[in-house]
C-alpha cells in the first residue's frame, strides 16, 4: 500500500518499538490509539 502496490485501507494491530521504528525509516505514517477496556468504556 506505501508503494501503491495496493488500494490504502486502514490496518489495526500491535507492533514493537523496532517495528515501529522500521515503519518510520520506509516513510509510513503510524498512529498509536490508546486501547480502552470494554469496562472503561
Sequence with gaps: MHRGEKQ???IYGSMT???REMLDDEGVEVLTIPW???ADS
Design 8 to 10: 490504502a485501507t486502514g
Design 17 to 19: 518499538e523496532d517495528e
Design 36 to 38: 480502552v477496556r470494554p
